[in-house]
């Protein structure tokens, strides 16, 4: 395969609901998405980054630059057999890991195409329907969270996972397990605690909560082994896992005892699936996260999760619970028993809708392998 073009685009979609999280409040995402011409065929990526570097240091304008100026150059017109060819040709950039994800995972796409195989297979994926979590944000009212609670109860959801931080805890989860005893919950504070936070954490014990998602800061392993071993409840790593030597770490050090998995995060598919053989190795459940994903990156997120090590439900779900139209179609849907099915149709199984793209698009901007000779000429 050759890389002829890589077109950036940034699109404006607002979200139906707000979402909230102990960093702050998101209405409209600016989502930023790559389109790789290859061999006479199109394929997409989504960079998952966000407006602000809150979630991580990366930020959609960090991404821009650096696929720019650095990541188109190090690949447009080279010969590229497959996905995993990637992240050596990206190495020597630091870091930049969802900028890197959203052009490594394109490629893994065209692979696909161009095998004519489905891209869950080509990930060594083995089931046909993934099982589906939802994330809810922090709500205006407690009265909010419960409506949405039964909402997506109602809708088939396997997993609650409430967003959580001082004040909006132990109250919210003692009302949710009032009304629903049973029902898989769990916890995500982004980095919301610290260590002098251990006596009101050990509350969390209390509501049999399948785990709870960094509740410690975002860079840390050797605190959450700490942490981990004053609570019941099983700590979930999610900032904190970069790559599959991160996951390594926190299993030695018990960090943790499950693992989030985003593809973005860990700078594309290849690292997730060596984080997954990983944790797999390790008797490590790992799950799919999301990070309010356009349709493109939710076909992704659809394809990993069907890797066999991802045995809990992930918070890849309906394309419907974030946009009044997707960009994809069909639009990602969810079985009343929240469930994902895969197909056997060549790539994603989903249509890019390029019209709807081009009318969302805000930004646009199509590098070329002359321009990246150019750039690239120092280095000669
Ligand atoms: O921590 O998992 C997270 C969204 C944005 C940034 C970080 C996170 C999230 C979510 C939402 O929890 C998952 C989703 O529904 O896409
Ligand atoms: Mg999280």
Redo the contacts with the bound molecule.
């Keep these: 395969m050759q890389i002829d073009a890589i077109t950036l685009r940034e699109l404006h979609m607002p979200l139906v609901h707000f979402?909230e999280?102990s960093f702050g409040r998101?209405t409209e995402r600016r989502v930023m998405l790559v389109e790789m011409a290859v061999d006479g065929i199109t394929a997409w990526g989504e960079c998952v980054a966000?407006e602000h570097p809150y979630?991580s240091e990366e930020t959609i304008d960090t991404a821009w630059y650096a696929i720019q100026e650095e990541l188109a150059p190090a690949l447009l017109g080279r010969q590229i057999n497959a996905g995993r060819e990637v992240p050596a040709l990206l190495q020597r950039v630091r870091g930049h890991r969802m900028a890197k994800a959203s052009l490594e995972n394109a490629v893994w796409q065209a692979e696909a195409q161009q095998k004519q195989t489905p891209l869950w297979k080509l990930l060594g994926g083995v089931r046909k329907e993934i099982a589906c979590g939802?994330?809810l944000?922090i709500q205006n009212s407690l009265e909010q969270l419960l409506e949405k609670v039964a909402l997506e109860l109602a809708a088939g959801y396997q997993r609650i996972?409430v967003?959580c931080k001082p004040g909006w805890d132990v109250q919210i989860f003692q009302r949710i397990r009032e009304r629903w005893p049973e029902i898989l919950l769990s916890c995500?504070a982004?980095s919301a605690y610290t260590l002098k936070d251990v006596e009101h954490l050990k509350q969390f014990d209390n509501f049999n909560l399948l785990m709870i998602?960094?509740p410690l800061w975002n860079d840390d392993f050797y605190f959450h082994a700490v942490l981990q071993k004053q609570l019941k409840t099983r700590i979930c790593l999610?900032?904190a896992i970069r790559n599959a030597r991160d996951a390594q770490a926190a299993i030695k050090l018990a960090s943790c005892g499950i693992i989030?998995i985003?593809v973005g995060r860990v700078g594309g598919f290849s690292e997730a699936v060596a984080v997954h053989d990983l944790a797999k190795a390790n008797n490590v459940p790992v799950w799919c996260?999301?990070?309010?994903?356009s349709g493109i990156g939710r076909a992704h997120n659809v394809a990993l999760s069907t890797l066999p090590g991802f045995t809990l439900p992930g918070?890849?779900?309906a394309s419907k619970?974030?946009w009044k139209e997707d960009i994809i179609e069909p639009e990602v849907t969810v079985s009343g028993k929240g469930t994902i099915s895969v197909g056997e149709e060549a790539g994603t199984g989903y249509e890019v809708r390029t019209d709807l793209i081009e009318r969302l698009t805000a930004r646009k901007k199509t590098i070329r392998i002359a321009a990246a000779v150019r750039a690239k000429l120092p280095h000669h």
């Design positions: 979402f999280t998101t966000g979630y939802v994330s944000g996972k967003k995500d982004n998602e960094q999610d900032e989030n985003k996260g999301g990070m309010l994903e918070d890849v779900s619970r974030y």
